[in-house]
């Protein structure tokens, strides 16, 4: 089957050409593996997480709020 994909962003095409000319391959292989990864029909899927594992996992500490909160102050003469 063959498809004809317009509106191929600039960056795309690019990271697309990139990786085949790096790999040695042909774009079509390349932006098919994509494709199959995206969608999650490839073997060699990345695996991604959300990192909720984490989330909220932070514990305050004076040195570094002390750092923070220096990093915020706003000259006003910068702002005139």
């Known amino acids: 089957m063959q498809y004809t994909l317009r509106n191929i962003p600039s960056a ?20 098919l593996e994509a494709l ?17 594992d984490i989330a909220g996992a932070w514990k305050p500490d004076r040195t570094t709020d002390a750092i923070l909160a220096e990093q915020r102050q706003i000259d006003p003469d910068l702002w005139r």
């Open 12 to 31: 795309l095409d690019t990271l697309l050409r990139r990786r085949a000319k790096q790999e040695g391959r042909s774009l079509n292989e390349v932006a």
């Open 36 to 52: 199959a990864r995206g969608l999650g029909l490839s073997a060699t899927s990345l695996q991604q997480r959300d990192l909720s």
